[in-house]
């Protein structure tokens, strides 16, 4: 099993900044992409941004130049850090990652979430 542990959410006034942290730990072999994604009240669950194994990334158009996501792959965490933060920033903000586990016999790769940690940017 993997457990997927964040934090660093929190209320925030705009323009404010967060860091978030997601911390994966149990039967990990290797870690590939992992991501954060958000979810606002009464709509569905977004990517925010994505970063693989290689520490290439990827972001969300909203977020592009506000928020940086970063890995350090031997404590097995992902990062986001959050600047000028908006009202509609507000959700929660869950992270994902594909994990790899390994056998005697073979490698498997799965989907792990976190329990999501709420962020709330005032106006």
């Known amino acids: 099993q993997v457990q997927l542990v964040e934090s660093g959410g929190g209320l925030v006034q705009a323009g404010g900044s967060l860091r978030l942290s997601c911390a994966a730990s149990g039967s990990i072999f290797s870690i590939n992409a992992m991501a954060w994604y958000h979810q606002a009240p009464g709509k569905q669950r977004e990517l925010v941004a994505a970063?693989?194994?290689?520490?290439?990334?990827n972001y969300a158009d909203s977020v592009k130049g506000r928020f940086t996501i970063s890995r350090d792959n031997a404590k097995n965490t992902v990062y986001l850090q959050m600047n000028s933060l908006k009202p509609e920033d507000t959700a929660v903000y869950y992270c994902?990652?594909?994990?790899?586990?390994?056998?005697?016999?073979?490698?498997?790769?799965?989907?792990?979430w976190g329990q999501g940690t709420q962020v709330t940017v005032s106006s």
């Open positions: 994902n990652a594909r994990v790899v586990t390994r056998s005697a016999l073979a490698s498997y790769e799965y989907d792990y």
């Open positions: 970063i693989s194994s290689g520490s290439s990334t």
